[in-house]
């Protein structure tokens, strides 16, 4: 029995269309991440499982126990779904302390002695690095420890599911880094099942063990980090997920066995990459597409190897960003963003050979 199955909801408000009928089953103990840039319906989604938005259509149910049915009449109410929820907001009462916070959740279940309340959100705080802060006000604590409170406080409950609607958002770089590091261990330790949301294609890269890319209220690809990252299915999707250079043109050649195809631009620049499993039947010779690469796959050459792709170019800027440097790279009129190490040479006039392996080009589908 999975955790979670939505099963074809859609959500409607007015004239727009938030939700087009998507379908997700979430597995115990899986981190999957709803990934996509605002008004995708990532949150819309999420909302729903909780029972704050009601779909129009489909259902939805919670460890085998239907939650949602609009064929069937069945809603029901947030407080009765037994899920814990993280808001971007923090959301924790001002006026009480951290302890009476996270002890919130439990003061209205019947056969909970004061004794083991404490406990257990004592053992709750210790666990998400909050141990002596009981008696502290709430509001005299940092943003990333109002944080772990709002987190402490869904947690203490020992719900079915944990939701988090972009809880790291509001936190400034290193912390929301030391923040992705925390949740993702304490995820492990305890086995919680947990739906993220979020806009930040990092954030969804280090935590997921499956992320859900959504895009007009759809579903447009899922898998794992890796997968998504270095398997795109769309423009789209290698886009909004890290970086990429794109070239539109037209298939030249294209051998089906392989999926090797060659791609030539308008302006002449041929690209020979793989086309994904997904879209070998859609895409064909003579028709358009665009070869998508990604920054950190263009190599500088001197020596480039016989079966890569091989391209003569100028460095037009050179950005020092630390540990590596990020170059605008112009060829035959197409510009390329290249990352090298920090301490790679370039020559003085900036013509270079610039190369990369056929297996990290992807060509997709056209806009």
């Given at each position: 029995m999975d955790a979670i199955v939505i099963d074809h909801i859609s959500k409607r408000y007015g004239d727009v269309t938030a939700l087009h009928e998507i379908s997700l089953t979430v597995a115990h103990g899986e981190f999957v991440t709803l990934l996509g840039p605002s008004g995708c319906g990532k949150t819309t989604t999420l909302r729903?499982?909780?029972?704050?938005?009601?779909?129009?259509?489909?259902?939805?149910?919670?460890?085998?126990?239907?939650?949602?049915?609009a064929e069937n009449g069945t809603f029901v109410q947030p407080e009765h779904r037994h899920l814990?929820?993280?808001?971007?907001?923090?959301?924790?009462?001002?006026?009480?302390?951290?302890?009476?916070?996270?002890?919130?959740a439990l003061t209205s279940r019947r056969g909970k002695s004061r004794a083991d309340v404490r406990a257990q959100v004592e053992k709750c705080l210790e666990l998400v690095g909050l141990g002596g802060f009981g008696d502290r006000p709430a509001t005299k604590l940092s943003g990333g420890q109002q944080q772990r409170v709002a987190l402490a406080r869904s947690l203490v409950a020992e719900p079915r599911v944990l939701l988090l609607d972009e809880p790291l958002s509001n936190l400034d770089a290193k912390l929301r880094e030391r923040m992705r590091f925390e949740l993702?261990?304490?995820?492990?330790?305890?086995g919680f099942t947990a739906i993220y949301v979020t806009h930040d294609q990092a954030e969804a890269l280090a935590l997921s063990d499956r992320i859900v890319v959504m895009s007009g209220g759809r579903i447009i690809q899922q898998g794992g980090s890796r997968a998504i990252?270095?398997?795109?299915?769309?423009?789209?999707?290698?886009?909004?997920v890290g970086q990429a250079n794109f070239v539109d043109g037209t298939i030249t050649a294209f051998n089906r066995q392989t999926r090797v195809a060659e791609l030539r631009s308008d302006k002449g620049l041929r690209v020979i990459g793989i086309i994904p499993p997904g879209l070998a039947d859609s895409l064909a010779e003579g028709g358009a597409a665009t070869a998508a690469v990604r920054p950190e796959d263009i190599h500088i050459n001197i020596d480039v190897p016989s079966d890569h792709n091989a391209w003569h170019a100028k460095v037009e800027s050179d950005l020092f960003l630390g540990n590596m440097r990020e170059l605008m790279i112009e060829t035959s009129g197409h510009s390329f963003k290249v990352q090298i190490s920090s301490e790679q040479a370039i020559p003085a006039d900036g013509m270079v050979r610039?190369?990369?392996?056929?297996?990290?080009?992807?060509?997709?589908?056209?806009r």
């Open positions: 729903s499982i909780a029972g704050l938005e009601k779909p129009d259509t489909g259902r939805i149910l919670i460890e085998g126990q239907e939650m949602f049915s814990g929820m993280v808001f971007q907001s923090y959301a924790i009462w001002p006026h009480m302390t951290v302890f009476q916070n996270v002890a919130y993702k261990n304490l995820q492990k330790r305890l990252y270095n398997e795109p299915q769309s423009r789209f999707v290698v886009d909004f610039l190369s990369s392996a056929p297996s990290a080009i992807r060509i997709l589908a056209p």
